[in-house]
């Protein structure tokens, strides 16, 4: 099974500036997944990251708050951009691997954001 | 969009109690899967129920996918303190295959009191 890091574990910031958070992955994978879960909340799909093209974002997300870099099979970064306290969340990345015929998600550990 | 909701949202219960939390789709899924997600954890991945009527066993744990694979539970006999964190089911809709459309539902959080 796919093993995720993620960068940096936990950040406090100010309104109106931006943070940009790492994901690592051990193998190579064709999809990555950018989550959002906001405190006590279920997860939002916020974008698909996919190497060598631009990212696929879902509803109600913009690349111009979220833009995401995916310059290898193994790594892909989410900047959160122009922050304001609505924006303090979780935020996961995931990779989809098919094992026997399943297509599990492993999530990363995720990166706590405060906006202050 | 596609919605999924779950009920219960919190659940209390006592050790040895069973629990189980029920997921509805708004529209028919083309499987569904299960995550526990610990407090202060990640999700991680349960089990994957892909044919209609599917019924899963994980020890304590049993899973069952609807018949029209727009619902499903999740039922844990005899509970222990290691059961607790928030399950959320999750599912893409019929067609699709991959996470490019997973849709969590709204979680069911679980503590169990010893």
């Known amino acids: ?116 | 969009g596609q919605q999924v909701m779950q009920i219960p949202q919190y659940q209390h219960v006592q050790e040895g109690e069973d629990f189980t939390t029920y997921c509805n789709s708004s529209t028919t899924l083309s499987n569904i899967q299960w995550y526990k997600q610990r407090p202060g954890g990640h999700p991680v991945f349960l089990i994957q129920l892909v044919k209609s009527g599917e019924v899963k066993k994980q020890k304590r744990l049993t899973f069952q996918f609807g018949e029209a694979k727009k619902n499903s539970s999740l039922h844990i006999t005899a509970t222990q303190t290691t059961d607790v964190g928030t399950y959320f089911c999750a599912g893409p809709p019929l067609g699709s295959g991959s996470a490019r459309q997973l849709t969590f539902g709204s979680g069911t959080q679980l503590t169990v009191l010893p």
Do not use: H
């Not at chain 1, 996919?50 to 099979?73: M, W």
């Open chain 1, 1 to 116: 099974s796919a093993v995720i890091s993620q960068k940096p574990s936990r950040d406090i910031c100010q309104r109106g500036t931006s943070l940009t958070i790492q994901c690592q992955v051990d193998s190579q994978v064709t999809m990555m997944f950018w989550y959002r879960q906001q405190p006590g909340q279920s997860l939002t799909l916020i974008a698909t990251a996919n190497q060598g093209s631009e990212a696929t974002y879902e509803s109600g997300f913009v690349i111009d708050k979220f833009p995401i870099s995916r310059p290898n099979l193994t790594f892909s970064t989410l900047t959160v951009s122009n922050m304001s306290p609505e924006d303090s969340s979780i935020y996961l990345c995931s990779v989809e691997e098919g094992v026997r015929n399943y297509n599990e998600q492993f999530f990363g550990p995720g990166t706590r954001l405060t906006v202050l």
